[in-house]
């Protein structure tokens, strides 16, 4: 079965840290460009981050650049979000996806939308 289950998730202070990952089973994430979405409460799904498959390139919402950081791990098959100096505004659940390009991202992805991963800031 082609799954991504998202983890890392919880409830951090303003201005810390958190790392997501996305572990990926019964497929292999090498071919795919792989993404990171987030949805605050009574609002729509939006592109956080993504990374290629061909030559690892990565990109950014403007909202977390500088911030976030997207790496992949092809041998354990996990793409990883690591977030500094968190806001408040970044309270959301977080989603990741398998995509065949970071170019229209979420639109013909590889399974099916997970859980998700609940992100808190709050003091």
């Known amino acids: 079965q082609v799954q991504l289950v998202e983890s890392g998730g919880g409830l951090v202070q303003p201005g810390g840290s958190l790392r997501l990952s996305c572990a990926a089973s019964?497929?292999?994430?090498?071919?795919?460009?792989i993404g990171w979405f987030l949805q605050a409460p009574g609002k729509e799904r939006e592109g956080v981050s993504c990374i290629s498959a061909s030559d690892g390139s990565t990109d950014y919402a403007d909202s977390v650049k500088g911030r976030f950081t997207i790496s992949r791990d092809n041998a354990k098959n996990t793409v990883y979000l690591q977030m500094s100096s968190l806001k408040p505004a970044d309270t959301a659940v977080y989603y990741c996806?398998?995509?065949?390009?970071?170019?229209?991202?979420?639109?013909?992805?590889?399974?099916?939308w997970g859980q998700g991963t609940q992100v808190t800031v709050s003091s």
């Open positions: 996806v398998a995509d065949w390009g970071c170019d229209g991202l979420g639109q013909s992805i590889i399974g099916t």
């Open positions: 019964g497929f292999s994430l090498d071919y795919y460009a």
